[in-house]
């Protein structure tokens, strides 16, 4: 489990590292009706690591009030570590709350087209028709990276590993788990077409019984890809310079967003505001970038669960297959 854990964390966080290497490479502006003249952009690395630390030990009510999305974050994991020993009954009250949490995004999430016949709307009345190419060039972007993890980083986090040619096993994964995760958009709802998978592999059943289900929560390379793919056009439309330091602590928060991203379809778009305050972006404009994401969200959110569910199996065969190679086993992959 320690290694499928490493392996998961390895491939969000490089999968949020690809994303912003794109978004530098071929940079996206999107049409945004929004005001920008109370935003106050950081200045550099020092500034963002100020504002950083300063969010992190913001006052909870403070932290509420004003949206500050790490704040709530930090203070989120502090509360959850202070009631690692409470009661079963607090437990229990605690994850019907965060049930209840969890229906009422999906109740939100499915008026979501009603707002995007709006953005859509209010973007051609002002700009006219030629404004939804950017929305083109935006997925252009999202899918070249999420493609470019799945046939290229994966086989290589993969050959790593078990020093062998990855491509059956990566290819077996995406056609067998990868499409059915398309067409679901649900991470939580493929773990089924997962275990069968692993079963077909070979794998221990005391393992991916625990790792899949883990993996659909945690490990969430397409997720990391929106986050930052969507901020950083948010950053190119408002011209906000953004450095090689403060790029990277981006892949940081865009892995450790994901890794908190709702099982629900659309659920990663949800943490683009707590990205876009890293850059000191309003709210008022970091929900009309997570309105784009919602236009574009169709094959977006479809490659991105597919990225999402494979990953899960191939990590997870990758960390077991590796364990085989040590005790002399024969790794054969049926195609």
């Keep these: 489990m320690k290694s499928i854990i490493i392996l998961y964390l390895l491939g969000t966080f490089l999968a949020g590292l690809i994303a912003v290497i794109a978004s530098f ?127 290229v980083v994966n086989p290589i986090i993969v050959f790593l590993t078990i020093r062998q040619n990855p491509f059956p096993l990566v290819f077996k994964c995406l056609r067998e788990s990868g499409i059915t995760a398309f067409f679901t958009r649900s991470s939580a709802a493929n773990i089924p077409v997962n275990m069968s998978l692993c079963e077909k592999l070979g794998l221990d059943k005391d393992t991916y019984s625990v790792s899949i289900p883990l993996g659909s929560t945690i490990n969430m390379a397409g997720a990391a890809v929106t986050i930052s793919v969507l901020t950083l056009a ?21 892995a450790v967003c994901a890794c908190g991203a709702s099982g629900v379809a659309g659920g990663s778009l949800l943490l683009i505001p707590l990205a876009c305050s890293l850059f000191g972006i309003p709210n008022e404009i970091a929900m009309k970038i997570v309105g784009v994401g919602f236009i574009v969200g169709v094959l977006q959110d479809s490659c991105e669960t597919a990225l999402n569910s494979s990953t899960d199996v191939l990590f997870t065969a990758s960390a077991e297959f590796a364990q085989w190679r040590k005790e002399g086993k024969e790794i054969i992959i049926n195609k």
Aim: proline share 4%; net charge negative.
């Design 25 to 151: 490479i071929f940079p996206v502006s999107l049409t945004l009706a929004a005001s920008t003249e109370n935003m106050s952009p950081p200045g550099g690395i020092t500034e963002v690591l100020k504002a950083l630390l300063l969010n992190l030990v913001d006052n909870p009510v403070k932290a509420l009030y004003t949206a500050n999305y790490i704040g709530i974050l930090s203070w989120a994991v502090l509360l959850g570590l202070a009631l690692k020993n409470a009661p079963d009954t607090t437990k229990t009250m605690i994850s019907n709350f965060s049930d209840a949490v969890s229906q009422i995004v999906r109740w939100v999430i499915n008026f979501a087209p009603l707002g995007i016949m709006g953005l859509v709307f209010d973007a051609i009345a002002t700009n006219g028709i030629g404004s939804l190419l950017s929305y083109g060039q935006l997925l252009a972007v999202l899918i070249g990276c999420m493609v470019f993890v799945a046939i």
């Design 234 to 254: 948010a950053v190119h439309t408002l011209g906000i310079q953004v450095d090689i330091a403060t790029a990277i602590i981006l892949s940081v928060l865009s």
